[in-house]
C-alpha cells in the first residue's frame, strides 16, 4: 500500500508503558492479517506515532488524582493529535475521559475502548460477559469507561475482596509470567459465571493462563479496529 493513501495512528501510553507496546505489536499483526497475500514487508506497516507518559500511571487511582491526570493527557492527547489521523490510548482506565477528549475538538479522532467493546458485544449478539479491570473500572460507576455496557449486556465484575486491583499492581512490578500472579488470576477468571470475559486492563492479557473461558482482549479489538482505519482512508 502506498503510505501516503493511509491514515496515520497514534498511541498514548504510560499507564503502563509495557501496554503501549503490547497494543504497538497488536497493531501490526492485526495490520498483516488483514492485509493477507498483499502485504509484503515494511513499507506496507501503518505510520504509528507512541508517546509514553509515566504520570499517566497516576490512573490507577483516578478518584484521587484527577486533575492532574487530566492535565497530562489532555496535553499529550493534543501533541499526538498533530501527528495522526486516529489515536488509542493503550489504558482502559484512561478512556474515562473520551467525553473531554471530544471536547477539545482536536485534529485526530479518538479510537475508544468502550465503542469498540459495545460494537463487539452487539456484533456478537453477547448478552452476559465478565468485566475484568481495575476497581475504577469494575465498579460501573462514574469513573468507569464502561458503565454504558449495562445497557446492552448483562455484567459480571469479581468480587473487590479478590485482590485482582493490587494484581493489576503486581503486573506493573513482576510481570505478568509470576507464578503466583499466573495462579491467582487463574483461580479467579475460573470462578466466574460468565463465559466470555473482557479482559479490560492492558496489564492482564500479559498473564498467560489457561482456562475454558472465552477471554476478550480489549487490547486487540482496539488493535484491530486501528489496522482497519489505518487502511480506510
Known sequence: M????????????????????????????ANKNLMGERFEGDLDAPTVSIISEPQLGLS???????????????????DVSQKVDYYAIACNTLNYYQPHLDGLSLKSKLVSFGDVVQKKLEQDGIKKVALLGADSVTD??????YRQ??????VEVPD???????LIYDVKTYGGEMPFIVSSFTKLVNSLD?????????ELPLIPIKTGKQLIDVTDLVAQE???LSQAK
Open 2 to 29: 502506498k503510505q501516503m493513501t493511509r491514515a496515520s495512528l497514534g498511541i498514548i501510553t504510560g499507564s503502563g508503558p509495557e501496554a503501549g507496546l503490547d497494543m504497538w505489536f497488536k497493531i501490526l499483526k
Open 60 to 78: 490507577m487511582e483516578l478518584a484521587q488524582n484527577d486533575l492532574k491526570v487530566w492535565q497530562t493527557l489532555s496535553r499529550v492527547a493534543n
Open 140 to 145: 460501573l460507576g462514574y469513573w468507569s469507561p
Open 149 to 154: 455496557l449495562k445497557d446492552v449486556a448483562e
Open 160 to 166: 473487590p475482596s479478590l485482590g485482582l486491583h493490587q
Open 194 to 202: 460468565a463465559d466470555f470475559v473482557l479482559l479490560a486492563c492492558t
Open 226 to 228: 486501528m489496522a482497519r
